[in-house]
């Protein structure tokens, strides 16, 4: 009976440290009592930042708690360099700097290189995306013109710092007529402007332009079958060039033009339609009156101008605006 009874005692002994073990697999000892885990924080010797400051997150590897490691990350250790520069950080001043915080265990493990060389990340605008911005702007300014970017010029660009890059035109960018031009530019990085610019050269504009098929003179009048349209850089024209077929209608040349050269319309005028000495009617409206006379003309005579006439019968010289080709109203 005695054996039986110690059987027992020893089955249910080797039960309940089974059910206890179980327990406490599933339900752990309190933190407190588990040892936490080592904290360690290791300094790299080169650095790579993005922002304008430098941060203990930004140059080391920290292993710690999850609280005590969001507050190590942000500790600030100073301004980082300028955009693609390098700046070297005191061993000695970092370690008192991350001791001197407030939780951090005395058996934490520091470990940082003699030498510490953080470098600010940049980025550079290419000659390629200036010229790009530039035929944007050209092509725009000039709407519908044919042009050639001949050169331009800028200063050399700095370094800026990374981020999503953006080029924005300013409004007093301009094209003289010589087609020198001088284009203004924002640099924006994520949105906020580091820098801006300004880019100076020169474009070849060109246009259709009218010229002559052969050697005109001075008094000709000018017809379609007498001209062509060319291509001309519009710098080397000088003056008023004629471009439409238009504006050569019912006038003559004032000078003798060479076959190929382009026409001015100052080299043009009108064709009279009354010529000095015609004889013209000479009608006059007075009183609901309409007088009609002879007279000769003093003058050529163009459409509404003014012209002078002398009255056959009369022989008095009367002041007209021409109406038709025959026909001047007297004017009182």
Known sequence: MNKILAYMMRFFSVVTGLLLGGFLL??????????????????????????????????????????????????????????????????????????????????????????????????????EQ????????????????????????????????????????????NVDEKGNFSVFMDILIDGNKEDSIRISGKVAIYEEILCVARNLAKGEAVFEKDVYFARKRVANLRGDVVRTIQELNGKVLKTNIQKDH????????????????????????????????????????YMNKLIRVENIESGKVVRGVVREKTTVEVIY
């Open 130 to 173: 200036i010229r790009q911005q530039v035929n944007i702007f050209l092509a725009d300014f000039l709407k519908d013109k044919e042009y050639e970017l001949e050169w331009m010029q800028i200063r050399e660009l700095d370094f800026y710092p990374g981020g999503e890059l953006d080029l924005s035109l300013v409004s007093r960018s």
């Open 262 to 301: 382009y026409i001015k319309a100052s080299w043009l005028e009108q064709i009279p339609l009354i010529q000095k000495g015609d004889i013209v009617s000479l009608v006059a409206r007075k009183n609901n009156i309409l007088i009609v006379t002879s007279g000769i003309s003093k003058e050529d005579g």
């Open 26 to 127: 599933v339900h752990p000892v309190n933190a407190d009592t588990e040892k936490s885990r080592p904290v360690e924080i290791i300094v790299a010797k080169t650095n790579l930042v993005r922002g304008p400051k430098i941060f203990l997150g930004d140059i080391c590897l920290i292993h710690a708690d999850s609280f005590l490691k969001e507050v190590l990350q942000k500790i600030e250790i100073g301004n980082a360099p300028k955009p693609g520069k390098i700046k070297d950080l005191r061993k000695k001043r970092l370690l008192s700097l991350i001791q001197s915080q407030q939780g951090l265990p005395v058996d934490a493990l520091i470990e940082i290189p003699e030498n510490i060389y953080v470098k600010r990340d940049s980025q550079q605008v290419t000659q």
